[in-house]
């Protein structure tokens, strides 16, 4: 074939051709799975990052089978003898298999996780005795990042419990110390009226904010409990921001925080 005055030959144009067909065939199957694993409103927010996490391995192993066939069939069109390569690689793999046993059970542990739906990206869970948000997710491994700022990277093989605290809204308990010299009647009553302003104050707080009582005798203050629930990944932030509202609250109603005092008694 010649075009312009230069001839094209199989050996270039093949190779075009096998590309743009992968990259149609890679769409078309991005454009099904995606269909099939439509995230929508409907489902929980915990389905919702599974699919999204199965989604992302999904379209990741479809576009590395696309490259190797088409690598594989752009090598048989310049004559390499593509069987035999195969074999090859396929016994190098079973070697490099025996080798690497450990990435083998880190690859099983991985497809078991995605496929149970143990956890996912963007879900807070505890692995290990390490606390964090899910922030990858992979075949290899899984990276935790804690709300300080430390990412541990965990070998998935090496995953032996999991807490996901994703699955269900937490308790938040926030403790109010008031000095034993208060009007306890007076405390309660304050108290009360700011656990029913709470939901519209603090706006991530999830349902009813209760004022269980009074918690415990301490050794210079009577201490209240007030309980809420929230997400996972906002409880320390709500947590944060009850305790301003309960600060603010006491001061304006005069009601004093008492800080540790000490008797000491002097014999005669």
Same mark, same amino acid.
């Given at each position: 074939m010649?075009?312009?005055?230069?001839? !094209?030959?199989?050996? #270039?144009?093949?190779?075009?051709? &096998? $590309?743009? *067909?992968? %990259? +149609? /065939?890679?769409?078309?199957?991005?454009?099904?799975?995606?269909?099939?694993?439509?995230?929508?409103?409907?489902?929980?927010?915990?389905?919702?990052?599974?699919?999204?996490?199965?989604?992302?391995? !999904?379209?990741?192993? #479809?576009?590395?089978?696309?490259? &190797? $066939?088409? *690598?594989? %069939? +752009? /090598?048989?069109?310049?004559?390499?003898?593509?069987?035999?390569?195969v074999?090859?690689?396929?016994?190098?793999?079973?070697?490099?298999?025996?080798a690497?046993?450990?990435?083998?059970?880190?690859?099983?542990?991985?497809?078991?996780?995605?496929?149970?739906?143990?956890?996912? *990206?963007?879900? +807070?869970?505890?692995?290990?005795?390490?606390?964090?948000?899910?922030?990858?997710?992979?075949?290899?491994?899984?990276?935790?990042?804690?709300?300080?700022g430390?990412?541990?990277?965990?070998?998935?093989?090496?995953?032996?419990?999991?807490?996901?605290?994703?699955?269900s809204?937490?308790?938040?308990?926030?403790?109010?110390?008031?000095?034993?010299?208060?009007?306890?009647?007076?405390?309660?009553?304050?108290?009360?009226?700011?656990?029913?302003?709470?939901?519209?104050?603090?706006?991530?707080?999830?349902?009813?904010?209760?004022?269980?009582?009074?918690?415990?005798?301490?050794?210079?203050?009577?201490?209240?409990?007030?309980?809420?629930?929230?997400?996972?990944?906002?409880?320390?932030?709500?947590?944060?921001k009850?305790?301003?509202?309960?600060?603010?609250?006491?001061?304006?109603?005069?009601?004093?925080?008492p800080?540790?005092?000490?008797?000491?008694h002097?014999?005669?």
């Open positions: 010649e075009l312009f005055g230069f001839r !094209i030959t199989e050996k #270039i144009y093949l190779p075009i051709f &096998i $590309i743009l *067909i992968a %990259l +149609i /065939l890679n769409l078309i199957l991005q454009i099904f799975i995606n269909s099939k694993l439509k995230i929508n409103q409907r489902l929980s927010k915990h389905e919702q990052r599974a699919r999204k996490t199965i989604l992302i391995l !999904i379209q990741n192993i #479809i576009k590395t089978i696309t490259v &190797i $066939i088409s *690598i594989l %069939l +752009i /090598l048989q069109v310049f004559g390499v003898n593509t069987s035999a390569l074999a090859g690689v396929g016994a190098v793999s079973l070697v490099i298999g025996l690497f046993q450990d990435l083998l059970k880190d690859f099983l542990v991985g497809i078991t996780i995605i496929l149970e739906s143990q956890f996912a *990206i963007g879900e +807070i869970v505890t692995i290990n005795d390490f606390k964090g948000e899910v922030v990858s997710l992979s075949l290899k491994s899984t990276r935790l990042k804690s709300y300080t430390e990412v541990c990277i965990i070998s998935n093989r090496m995953i032996n419990t999991v807490i996901n605290h994703s699955l809204d937490c308790l938040v308990t926030v403790d109010v110390s008031v000095s034993y010299d208060s009007d306890i009647s007076k405390v309660e009553k304050v108290l009360l009226k700011l656990c029913e302003k709470l939901q519209d104050l603090v706006p991530e707080i999830k349902g009813d904010v209760s004022l269980d009582g009074v918690e415990n005798l301490g050794d210079s203050a009577v201490i209240f409990r007030i309980s809420a629930k929230a997400s996972a990944k906002n409880a320390v932030m709500v947590k944060r009850i305790f301003r509202e309960v600060k603010s609250v006491l001061d304006k109603n005069k009601i004093s925080i800080f540790p005092q000490l008797e000491v002097y014999e005669k």
